[in-house]
């Protein structure tokens, strides 16, 4: 996520622009006043850590309505999408500024990633089956039929987990890396010279990588320029 996009999601809440250093006992996100939506106000509050209670049957209590509520907010948009009225379309989105429903959309996909455990072909056919259905349906209700098909894809990048891939070095699959991941962790610090002319010698297709960040294929040397 960039700057700019945590920025936004800051933007449901206020009292985050203040937070500096080390997190205090005290909450940190103060939920903006609001009427119950999903979540109550007492909720909210419970959620953003300002609000304890004494007795662990009160909080558990607090938690499965949290919970209740939520599964049958996410079943109510199985009517919301098909049979709410256009007048009503309108005022709902006429209710929010272009930045806090872009927002609030955004926190929606990210609830449903890490809900279906960050499975992407999963997410993928989520995403395509909506957008097929809000493409074929209007408003009113009513079946338009003008979409065929709709292709959705989705490439994420993330960053190596370092100790995992050093590991793997130690455990002797360091020629299984990709030069990629052994730059990773020269970068890291956890690899030096000697370890990288260790590697070098486990096969004569591994990617010679140096301190400097450059990476060449061993292969390549023996060539004329």
Not at 117 to 143: F, H, K, V
Request: hydrophobic share 30%.
């Amino acid at each position: 996520m960039s700057d700019g996009d945590q920025d936004k999601s800051r933007e449901l809440f206020t009292g985050v622009e203040d937070a500096e250093g080390d997190l205090s006992s005290e909450s940190l996100i103060h939920p903006v006043d609001r009427p119950r939506g999903i979540l109550s106000p007492t909720d909210r509050e419970y959620l953003c850590g300002m609000k304890d209670y004494s007795h662990d049957q009160t909080e558990l209590n607090r938690r499965q309505a949290i919970r209740e509520r939520t599964i049958e907010g996410i079943r109510d948009f199985n009517l919301l999408w098909l049979l709410l009225e256009q007048t009503e379309w309108e005022k709902v989105m006429e209710a929010f500024d272009t930045e806090e429903l872009n927002t609030a959309f955004s926190s929606i996909l990210a609830f449903m990633f890490i809900g279906i455990d960050q499975d992407t072909g999963r997410m993928r056919q989520i995403l395509e089956r909506g957008l097929y259905l809000g493409a074929n349906y209007d408003t009113s209700g009513r079946w338009s039929g003008r979409a065929n098909t709709v292709d959705v894809e989705i490439d994420i990048e993330y960053e190596p987990n370092v100790d995992q891939l050093y590991e793997r070095v130690q455990e002797g699959e360091g020629n299984q890396l990709t030069p990629g991941e052994i730059g990773a962790l020269v970068k890291a610090g956890k690899l030096d010279s000697a370890d990288l002319e260790e590697l070098e010698e486990t096969t004569d297709e591994f990617p010679g990588v140096y301190a400097g960040g450059s990476v060449e294929s061993k292969q390549g040397e023996g060539t004329g320029s």
